[in-house]
């Protein structure tokens, strides 16, 4: 089966560094994604680790582990605007390239 | 980007009707995939449409419950069928752009079903 697991609610002060963890099972492992969804709105594509490392897109960083079936979101400087719902997703390609996404973490930022 | 949108964004219907949501993506795509949101939570996998198929879909949910058709490379429809309250829900559109592994999964706007 398919399993991941990550934080369900994280709260931070603006201008503070976060961490999101998502550990995840899977039959097969394509790729490690984040995804960010505000209240009423569709998930947002934010990144991507098909290899172990660190990828950093801005004020968002991703790291994957596949030895540890592990990663994690760092978000840098945070804003009010960053509270939302992150959701850790792991594409399967052993099961038609589909993508499962975790239960998510909700960011709440405080001024 | 992909610009994908859905159609009817929101609707309020009588238990044991049916529904059809249509997805429109703004370029051919090959895989589509239809997901369920409740408020506050994950979002769960219904079907994969591939176009020229039947779709693919995932435990707990059937054919005959959740009719998908995938006429073309760049629209969809997902029927739900003979509904309770227990579907209300948000329903989601979603294809996947790139290449060479680095793909991203792009969203629909969603379908906000209440089922009185």
């Known amino acids: 089966g398919q399993s991941l697991e990550q934080p369900s609610e994280v709260t931070a002060v603006e201008g503070a560094i976060v961490q999101i963890n998502c550990t995840y099972q899977?039959?097969?492992?394509?790729?490690l994604s984040w995804y960010q969804q505000h209240d009423g709105g569709a998930p947002t594509f934010l990144s991507y680790?098909?290899?172990?490392g660190l990828e950093e897109t801005g004020r968002f960083s991703s790291f994957l582990s596949r030895s540890d079936s592990y990663g994690y979101l760092l978000l840098q400087e945070l804003q009010m605007k960053d509270s939302a719902s992150y959701f850790c997703?792991?594409?399967?390609?052993?099961?038609?390239?589909?993508?499962?996404f975790g239960a998510g973490t909700r960011l709440f930022v405080k001024a | 980007s992909a610009v994908i949108s859905q159609k009817p964004s929101r609707d309020i219907c009588q238990r044991g009707t049916s529904l059809t949501i249509q997805c429109q993506v703004d370029?051919?795509?090959?895989?589509m995939f239809w997901y369920r949101q409740q408020p506050g939570q994950s979002l769960t996998l219904i079907a994969t449409?591939?176009?020229?198929?039947?779709?693919?879909?995932e435990s707990g949910f059937v054919i005959d419950k959740f009719p998908i058709s995938r006429p073309n490379l760049t629209f969809s429809t997902l029927t739900v069928s003979n509904m309770s309250p227990e579907d209300s829900s948000i329903y989601l559109c979603s294809s996947s752009r790139g290449t060479g592994g680095r793909e991203t999964q792009y969203f629909g706007p969603g379908t906000r079903l209440l089922v009185l």
């Open positions: 370029s051919q795509v090959t895989m």
């Open positions: 680790n098909a290899l172990d």
């Open positions: 997703a792991v594409r399967d390609e052993g099961g038609g390239f589909k993508t499962i």
């Open positions: 449409a591939n176009q020229g198929s039947e779709a693919t879909y």
């Open positions: 899977t039959s097969g492992f394509y790729g």
